[in-house]
């Protein structure tokens, strides 16, 4: 393996959670020199971004018997795997040209700084991968190495203009001021989302239909209360879980239930709780860095590119979770031309709905109308890239588990814009064939 993919390797293996507090730390040492502080700040960071992270593993471990229920009820066979996060790993770690890549997008990010093209500086390290992925892909297929890298780039430039429209969303909704996200399997679902509540705005009618969270807590009052909420729909949800299963005996099938509300009533307590405590630590370190960018640099407002952890945790994007993550399950089982059930992956839409909530201000509504035409999407899009996926791992003789044929990577397959591009440039170069 090339020394730059070890590197990769590395920083994959050591991950988001401790990378960003890392980089944070040492960035705010360059700006402030103040060790202790940058320390308690990053502190907080870490500490938040990893209880955050268990929390939603939790999370969606609690949809799985709920999931199987749906699964046991439907005579569809998936014909593609959802290996996940495994498939990308493999395709980046087998790529001749991720240091090109690599010094491509930090170059192109420099230049748009420079000649006020973006406003984003990328610190997002761990995040580059999906660059690597998708400039890997086109290289291993049409073994053009410039090609790769400059598909990798124009990626990386839209997802750039992309995170500069949506970071002022960011800062009004979700509270956290001078930060993008720039992920572009995540943040270009942006603009479908705030297409779609445009739309809904002109409709007479529809348009005054508004649904807030925030607004639903104030009016129900305690059975408002994040904790009561999760109980009431995990309680349900266990109910449905077991539906089939209650004329053998009522009480084991309502424990069951209880339990399940439990579990999510616990999510939802903590939640909120560590994604308060990242933003305690991320707060004076934004500002730490926009007073060293003031006064050295450029009078400019720019934002910082950050994990969407950071957001995953608001109240609204978990309580619309709940409903679309085994919705969307359902849809998959449903859904013509669709072969791939969102498994290993299941973890990305909560991430997904972040874009779907944001460009909406929060309103569950719009959010959900949003979610409801984006999911579809997604499954069309990472079936029909089982292909690519499948044909990168053939190529380099690369052992997946025994029996399966065709795979693909929900999460990081399911890229719209990497999709256009691809349709694009199949019948140019003649791909396929």
Same mark, same amino acid.
């Given at each position: ?6 590197? #990769? ?88 040209? !991720? ?17 006020? $093209? ?28 410039? $090609?790769? #890298? ?9 997802? $750039? ?57 104030? %009016? $129900? ?56 405590? #990242? ?10 860095? %926009? ?36 919705? !969307? ?37 719009? !959010? ?14 990472? !079936? ?50």
């Amino acid at each position: 393996m090339p020394l730059t993919n070890q590197v #990769i390797n590395k920083i994959i293996e050591i991950g988001p959670v401790a990378i960003m507090p890392a980089l944070l730390f040492i960035i705010g040492l360059i700006t402030t020199r103040k060790l202790l502080k940058n320390l308690l700040n990053c502190i907080y960071i870490f500490v938040g971004m990893v209880g955050l992270s268990i929390v939603l593993t939790l999370f969606i471990n609690f949809f799985k018997p709920l999931i199987e229920t749906i699964l046991l009820a439907s005579p569809k066979e998936f014909l593609i795997v959802d290996l996940g996060w495994t498939v990308s790993k493999q395709v980046i770690l087998h790529s001749p040209i !991720s240091l090109y890549i690599l010094i491509a997008i930090s170059a192109v990010n420099l230049i748009m700084l420079l000649l006020r $093209l973006t406003r984003t500086i990328n610190i997002d390290l761990w995040n580059l991968w999906i660059f690597l992925l998708i400039g890997s892909i086109i290289t291993a297929i049409t073994e053009i190495k410039w $090609l790769g #890298i400059l598909i990798a780039v124009i990626i990386y430039i839209i997802t $750039l203009v992309i995170a500069d429209i949506y970071a002022p969303f960011l800062e009004q909704y979700i509270g956290i001021k001078g930060v993008s996200s720039p992920q572009p399997q995540l943040i270009t679902w942006a603009p479908i989302a705030h297409i779609i509540s445009l739309v809904f705005n002109r409709i007479p009618g529809i348009r005054r239909v508004q649904v807030f969270y925030e607004e639903i807590q104030y %009016k $129900l009052g305690f059975f408002g209360e994040p904790m009561v909420i999760g109980f009431i729909l995990g309680f349900i949800a266990g109910l449905i879980t077991k539906y089939k299963s209650f004329g053998a005996g009522i009480w084991p099938n309502m424990l069951f239930a209880l339990e399940k509300g439990l579990e999510l009533a616990i999510v939802m307590i903590l939640m909120p709780r560590l994604v308060n405590l #990242i933003i305690r630590g991320l707060h004076p370190a934004m500002e730490d860095i %926009k007073s060293f960018i003031n006064r050295r640099i450029t009078k400019r407002d720019l934002y910082i590119g950050l994990d969407s952890v950071l957001f995953v945790g608001h109240p609204s994007v978990i309580a619309l979770s709940i409903i679309i993550i085994p919705l !969307s399950v359902y849809i998959a089982t449903l859904l013509p031309g669709n072969n791939i059930l969102p498994a290993a992956d299941l973890i990305i839409i909560p991430f997904i709905l972040i874009w779907a909530v944001v460009p909406a201000r929060g309103d569950i509504f719009r !959010s959900f109308i949003s979610s409801i035409i984006i999911i579809p999407l997604t499954l069309w899009i990472s !079936s029909d890239m089982a292909v690519l996926f499948t044909n990168f791992f053939q190529k380099y003789n690369i052992a997946v588990a025994e029996g399966v044929k065709n795979f693909s990577s929900y999460g990081s397959g399911s890229s719209w814009i990497f999709w256009i591009l691809l349709q694009i440039i199949k019948p140019i170069l003649n791909l396929f064939k």
